[in-house]
């Protein structure tokens, strides 16, 4: 089992939320973490689950968020408009500024 720190659920005086994540979960990529999480979710908004279940839900949903958050928390960030403007000048034939053909 893996141990994930889920700052954002403690508060100030509680400090952060230790979340115990699963071998099985620990060795999940992203999307198939995610789409169970998010079966989990409906599944308990439905209301047509059982109290016991629905607690077992409700840890192995914590789990998968945390190990979700963790893939999150380790992805590079792209800058969005480095991206367009390298599309725009590929576009252009290389040109800067994306003004290739104008008289």
């Keep these: 089992m893996t141990d994930a720190d889920d700052t954002g659920a ?9 979340v115990i994540i699963p071998d099985d979960i620990a060795v999940m990529g992203f999307e198939q973490a995610r789409d169970e ?13 059982p109290l016991e279940d629905a607690l077992a839900l409700w840890e192995r949903g914590e789990a998968l968020a945390a ?19 390298e599309e725009v000048d590929e576009e252009a034939g290389g040109e800067a500024g994306g003004e290739a053909g104008i008289a």
Excluded: K
Excluded at 10 to 18: C, K, L, N, S
């Design 37 to 49: 999480l998010t079966a989990i979710v409906a599944q308990m908004e439905s209301g047509a689950v």
């Design 10 to 18: 403690g508060t100030a005086d509680e400090g952060p939320t230790i």
């Design 67 to 85: 190990h979700c958050q963790r893939w999150l928390d380790a992805a590079t960030p792209v800058d969005v408009d480095e991206e367009v403007d």
